[in-house]
């Protein structure tokens, strides 16, 4: 039976068998042109989840998806671009692909552009312009860029300092399930006093936090006066060892997960990038399946994050 003759349910029974039936059911939508399946294969092959790890493929299937105008397709192109994945590093394409991305309404890529903007990599640093994209995103739901928020209100970027303001902020991201949101919230906490809630976003915070956070998260931790919060380090030594993989997955677990990987919108113009191939887009039921359907890989990979401002706890 064809991928086109497939019905959703059926499309829907196959992504919910083993990492290797998903991920050749999900190429086969890709080779058939198919552009959310191209971009979700893209991100299998990133991750390695069912097949050979193989970022440079990967990085050709964010390419072909791209190409047909799949904005999420975009910002991993520009992910790979920005830490290295398949291609060598090039902060000036990775945030030329994050700019369009982030102008045609995607959060994900208005959060790494701001980042870039934060960091002045490659674009000239620009506090006042990030903090407008990270307003942005963080309007359309974006946690992770809630949380940088609340890092400007903390140092007094670009707004007046406001504890107060940065403290919600925390508490939103935490709440909203971003691991860097749950570490701030729980610092908030311990600053109030209040340990003991400190310790439960300690937890949770540690539950999906990368390699390279956990570490820091971990070093801080182990040099606070109090004891319990000494031992609270123990809490990332699972993180510390766990490989940061190929991008920062707000839920963890590889990328693979159920997820709605629906586009976000579908200009009509092409996208300005370099591509070599072009695929009609499939228009059979499995293109609407692949984004609706459970067991999908999430590709909204934000970056790692970095220390800012005065404070040495990781943000």
């Given at each position: 039976m064809s991928l086109e003759q497939l019905s959703r349910d059926e499309i829907q029974a196959r992504l919910s068998g083993s990492p290797e039936t998903r991920a050749a059911l999900i190429?086969?939508?890709a080779e058939a042109g198919i552009a959310e399946a191209q971009a979700v294969y893209g991100q299998i092959l990133l991750d390695g989840a069912g097949v050979m790890r193989d970022p440079r493929e990967g990085l050709r299937w964010f390419l072909l998806a791209a190409g047909q105008n799949h904005l999420m397709a975009l910002n991993m192109v520009g992910r790979c671009y920005d830490l290295g994945w398949g291609i060598a590093i090039d902060k000036v394409r990775a945030a030329?692909?994050?700019?369009v991305a982030a102008e045609r309404g995607l959060d994900w890529a208005m959060y790494n552009l701001a980042t870039l903007l934060t960091l002045g990599e490659g674009v000239a640093e620009d506090k006042p312009a990030a903090f407008a994209w990270f307003e942005k995103a963080a309007a359309l739901g974006n946690v992770k860029a809630v949380n940088f928020l609340g890092s400007f209100q903390e140092d007094g970027w670009v707004v007046a300092k406001d504890m107060a303001k940065a403290a919600t902020c925390y508490r939103r991201a935490a709440e909203g399930g971003d691991f860097r949101g749950r570490f701030n919230h729980a610092r908030m906490l311990i600053a109030a006093g209040e340990i003991e809630k400190a310790l439960l976003w300690l937890r949770r915070s540690a539950k999906?936090?990368?390699?390279?956070?956990?570490?820091?998260a971990a070093d801080w931790l182990a040099r606070q006066p109090e004891q319990r919060?000494?031992?609270a380090a123990a809490f990332f030594s699972a993180s510390v060892s766990r490989s940061d993989g190929e991008g920062d997955h707000p839920q963890g677990g590889g990328g693979v997960e159920a997820v709605n990987v629906a586009v976000r919108a579908r200009p009509?113009?092409?996208l300005p990038i370099p591509?070599?191939?072009a695929a009609a887009d499939g228009c059979c039921a499995a293109?609407?399946?692949f984004r609706h359907a459970p067991g999908m890989p999430r590709l909204h990979s934000p970056p790692p994050g970095f220390t800012a401002g005065r404070s040495s706890a990781p943000r």
């Open positions: 190429r086969a939508g030329d692909c994050y700019r999906d936090a990368t390699a390279r956070f956990a570490a820091q919060l000494r031992e009509s113009k092409s591509l070599h191939h293109g609407s399946a």
